[in-house]
């Protein structure tokens, strides 16, 4: 059955390595979102894209995050350099936004998500 | 800026019993508002999705409720089982001409005792 699917599942590194974390979206859908989960914050929009193109990015730190869509079926975020503050669960959603249906967007798919820890 | 808040944040039920899980919102201009589910350690699962216009959802023992007008939205869970110990998140979508954004409440912990 078709699934949002995340790699790595679990990552522990050091503060200033670098992280990428990678995500499958349905095959089909057009549209991907990044969220982290803390138990502080919750679940925050980080960015998402539509039809690989950047919508929205303003959760995201951008001095050390980058999200970027190299072809419709990866979506990748990469923090460099990353630090302990960052240690949470990263989880990628996909959903499909039909053209001329405005707002009535489908449901979002969420991934398994990659639990991250910075040392 | 939408906010979202969900009452009870736990919550301690016996096997059997029909319970009601509640989402409020700050802004009532939403397109659509989400439940999901999520277990410990996992992501999470789409169970309902109610668009602005429609007033309630249901899905086999779950039927989710919407107000837009006064910013509510309920879950309710008919004949609870242990299975359904689970954090139930609502998400509401906000209006936007180019975007999708949902906003997450901070989910209600349910556990259903056997």
């Known amino acids: 059955d078709a699934r949002v699917t995340q790699t790595p599942r679990h990552k522990v590194t050091e503060m200033g390595q670098e992280v990428t974390m990678r995500c499958q979206p349905i095959l089909g859908h057009n549209t991907v979102f990044w969220y982290r989960q803390t138990m502080m914050q919750g679940l925050e929009l980080l960015a998402y894209f539509r039809n690989r193109a950047p919508l929205d990015d303003s959760g995201m730190p951008k001095d050390r995050f980058s999200a970027e869509m190299p072809d419709a079926t990866l979506a990748t975020l990469k923090i460099q350099p990353s630090e302990p503050r960052d240690s949470a669960v990263y989880f990628c959603?996909?959903?499909?936004?039909?053209?001329?249906?405005?707002?009535?967007?489908?449901?979002?798919?969420f991934g398994p998500g990659t639990r991250l820890t910075v040392l | 800026k939408q906010e979202v808040t969900q009452i009870p944040a736990a919550l301690s039920v016996p096997e059997g019993e029909n319970l009601v899980l509640n989402c409020s919102f700050t802004d009532s201009a939403i397109y659509n508002l989400q439940w999901f589910r999520q277990d410990p350690g996992k992501g999470l699962t789409s169970l309902l999705l109610i668009q602005s216009s429609q007033r309630e959802q249901t899905s086999g023992r779950l039927n989710a409720s919407l107000d837009k007008s006064s910013g509510r939205s309920t879950l309710y869970i008919a004949a609870s089982q242990p299975g359904d110990s689970a954090t139930y998140l609502c998400?509401?979508?906000?209006?936007?001409?180019?975007?999708?954004?949902?906003?997450f409440g901070e989910g209600t912990q349910l556990t259903v005792n056997p």
């Open positions: 998400a509401v979508r906000r209006v936007e001409t180019s975007g999708s954004r949902l906003t």
């Open positions: 959603a996909s959903g499909l936004r039909v053209a001329g249906e405005t707002g009535r967007d489908n449901e979002q798919f």
